[in-house]
C-alpha cells in the first residue's frame, strides 16, 4: 500500500497560500477527469483579470442569479435509470470571487480564528482540505491516507479503550446546508465565542454561493476542495455547538471522531452513548441536518464497525489475490466477482482497487515476451541454432466483446468507477488485431453507455479512447461541450458569463483547457493523469 508522508492542513498556509491551493486545477474539481484536461492557465487569467476590483464594479446589467448555465454541470447516471447525481465545473469568476473573499488577509483570519474555538477537547474532526506535498501516485492519495490514519487508524486504536460505538452520518449533507447558517458559524452564535464581527464575510460568502445556484438559497455545490472547506466552516461549528451542549448536560468519558458528514462516538456506558446521540441530533437539527437512520447504529464491535463493509468483504472474501498471481484460470470470472462485488456494495471504495488489480493483471499478461526456438540449417541437417522468437499472449476465458459486455454492466452499476472499468476496456479493445471488431466494440460500449439520459461523465471518458480515431476520421460523436473543446471547437462558451462586464471575458483562454501537449501523448489506453505524472516524475 502507498503510504506518502502525511500532508499539512490548508489552515496551516497563508492568506496567500490560501488562495493559490484553491487555485489550482485540481482542487478546481475534486472528481477525477481524463489527464488532457488542465484548468490551471482560465483560473490564472481570471484571477489576474479581476484582481482586487470590487464584485459589484466587475457586474453588467443582469445578475448571474437570474441567468441559466452559469456553472457547467456535469450529469452522472447513479443506477442506470433515475438517480442523478450533479458535478459542477463551477464559473472560474465566481468560484474566485468566492476563494478571494475567504482568502484576504481579514477574512483568512477570521476564519483561523474560528477553527480555532472550533477545536474542542474530545471532538476530532478530520476533514480539512490537505496539502499534498508532491505528485500524487493516484487520485487524491494525500486525502485518502488522511482519511485512513484520521478515522479507520484512530478508531481502531479507541477500541482499546471504549466499549461501544455510536455511528452515524447526515443525509444530503451538503445539499442541505442553509447558507444562514454560514453567518452562525463565523459568528460562533450561541457560544461562549459569539461574536459580531464577521456578518460581511459571510453575507459574501452567501451571496456568491447564491449566485452559483440559480439564486436558491439552500445548499452548497459539489465538485470543489472550495466547497468541501465551505461545509467545514458549518460543520466545524456543529463541533463547537455539539461540545458546549455536552458540556452543559455534565457528560464526560466519551470520544467522538468525525469526517465531513459522518459520525463515530465512542463511550463506555450504553445509555450514556444513547444520550449524546440525542443531544447530537439535536444540534444537527438547530442546522437544518437530518441523520441519516439508515446509516445509524449502535456497535459493540467497534474493531469491525471500524472499517468499511465493502472493505472487510474484500479482505474476508478475496482469496484468490496471493503472492503468486491470481487464483482465477480467467480474465472473464475475474470480472464477473468484480460485477457480484459491485452489486453487494455499489460505488464501494475497494472497486476501484479491484478494477486497478485486474488492469495491472492485463497489462502484464500482455506484454511481449520472447521464447527461445531452435532454427533449422536445411542445407547442414547436423547443425541447429537456438534463437529467441517475440510473442505476444491472447486475453483467456472468454471474448474481448463478452468481457467488455460485463465492464460496462460494471460501469452502469457503479458511476464512481465508470473510468476504471472503461480503462480495462480500452485495454483489452487494443489488445485485438481486427480493426473492424475493435471499432464494433466501441461502438457498442458507446451506445450502452452514452445514450442513456444524464451520461455526460461516461462521455468525457468514452472520448479519451476514440480520440486517436475520431482525429482521424474529423468526427466526434459527442455533444458535451467539454468533449467538442477536446476536438477544437470553441465556439460554444463552456459558462455563461453575461453577468460579466465583457472586459473581463473577451479573452478567456477556452483552448488552454485542453492541453495540447498531454492530448498528443493520448492512446486508445486510458492513462490516468497522476499515473502519468508520477512516473514520468521518476525518470526525471
Not at 491 to 509: A, D, G, R
Not at 520 to 531: G, L
Amino acid at each position: 500500500m502507498y503510504l506518502p508522508k502525511l500532508s499539512k492542513n490548508i489552515l496551516s498556509l497563508s492568506s496567500n497560500e490560501a488562495l493559490d491551493f484553491f487555485m489550482k486545477s485540481e482542487q478546481f474539481h475534486g472528481f477525477e477527469l481524463p489527464e488532457y484536461f488542465d484548468f490551471d492557465k482560465v483560473l490564472a487569467f481570471v484571477k489576474e483579470s479581476i484582481g482586487d476590483k470590487p464584485y459589484d464594479d466587475c457586474l453588467a446589467d443582469v445578475s448571474p442569479d437570474d441567468l441559466p448555465d452559469v456553472n457547467l454541470d456535469i450529469l452522472l447516471n447513479k443506477d442506470g435509470r433515475y438517480a442523478v447525481r450533479p458535478l459542477i465545473l463551477a464559473n472560474p469568476f465566481l468560484y474566485y470571487f468566492l476563494a478571494r473573499e475567504l482568502c484576504c488577509p481579514s477574512g483568512w483570519e477570521a476564519i483561523q480564528k474560528c477553527f480555532t474555538a472550533y477545536q474542542v477537547p474530545h471532538i476530532a474532526s478530520c476533514a480539512l482540505p490537505v496539502v499534498p506535498e508532491k505528485v500524487e501516485p493516484f487520485h487524491k492519495s494525500a486525502t485518502i491516507l488522511n482519511w485512513w490514519n484520521t478515522m479507520e487508524q484512530r478508531s481502531l486504536e479507541l477500541s482499546l479503550e471504549y466499549r461501544y460505538m455510536f455511528v452515524t452520518d447526515i443525509t444530503n449533507c451538503y445539499g442541505s446546508i442553509n447558507p444562514q447558517s454560514i453567518e452562525w458559524a463565523l459568528s460562533c452564535k450561541n457560544t461562549k465565542y459569539e461574536n459580531s464581527e464577521n456578518h460581511r464575510l459571510a453575507e459574501n460568502i452567501r451571496k456568491y454561493l447564491r449566485a452559483m445556484q440559480h439564486g436558491h438559497n439552500i445548499g452548497i455545490p459539489q465538485g470543489s476542495a472550495l466547497f468541501d472547506f465551505v461545509g467545514e466552516i458549518v460543520l466545524g461549528y456543529s463541533d463547537l455547538l455539539l461540545h458546549e451542549a455536552l458540556q452543559k448536560e455534565r457528560i464526560k468519558g466519551y470520544e467522538i471522531i468525525r469526517y465531513r458528514d459522518d459520525y463515530r462516538v465512542f463511550c463506555n456506558d450504553k445509555d450514556t452513548l444513547e444520550q449524546i446521540s440525542y443531544i447530537l441530533q439535536s444540534v444537527l437539527e438547530s442546522l437544518n441536518f437530518r441523520m441519516n437512520s439508515q446509516k445509524t447504529k449502535i456497535s459493540d464491535s467497534i474493531v469491525l464497525d471500524s472499517i468499511k463493509s465493502d472493505k472487510l468483504f474484500y479482505i474476508y472474501n478475496t482469496p484468490i489475490f496471493n503472492k503468486k498471481g491470481v487464483d482465477f484460470d480467467s480474465f472473464e470470472k475475474h470480472l464477473l466477482y468484480i460485477l457480484m462485488y459491485g452489486r453487494q456494495f455499489p460505488n464501494g471504495g475497494q472497486l476501484k482497487t479491484l478494477l486497478s488489480d485486474l488492469d495491472k493483471r492485463i497489462k502484464e499478461w500482455l506484454e511481449p515476451y520472447e521464447e527461445e526456438i531452435e532454427m533449422h540449417n536445411w542445407f547442414d541437417k547436423k547443425k541447429v541454432k537456438k534463437g529467441k522468437e517475440t510473442k505476444q499472449r491472447q486475453l483467456t476465458g472468454g471474448s474481448v466483446r463478452a468481457m467488455s459486455a460485463i465492464a460496462i454492466q460494471i460501469a452502469l452499476d457503479n458511476v464512481s468507477v465508470v473510468h476504471y472499468a472503461l480503462r480495462v476496456i480500452s485495454r483489452m479493445v487494443d489488445s485485438l488485431k481486427d480493426m473492424k471488431e475493435k471499432q464494433d466494440i466501441i461502438n457498442k460500449v458507446y451506445d450502452k453507455l452514452c445514450k442513456q439520459h444524464n451520461s455526460d461523465y461516461n462521455q468525457l471518458w468514452l472520448q479519451n479512447i476514440t480520440y486517436t480515431q475520431d482525429k482521424k476520421r474529423q468526427k466526434s460523436p459527442y455533444t458535451m461541450r467539454l468533449c467538442q473543446l477536446v476536438m477544437g471547437d470553441s465556439h460554444e462558451p463552456l459558462w455563461n458569463n453575461e453577468w460579466l462586464k465583457p472586459e473581463f471575458t473577451t479573452h478567456l483562454p477556452y483552448n488552454s483547457i485542453v492541453n495540447k501537449d498531454t492530448l498528443k501523448k493520448v492512446t486508445p489506453v486510458i492513462t490516468f493523469r497522476e499515473t502519468r505524472a508520477y512516473y514520468e516524475g521518476l525518470l526525471d
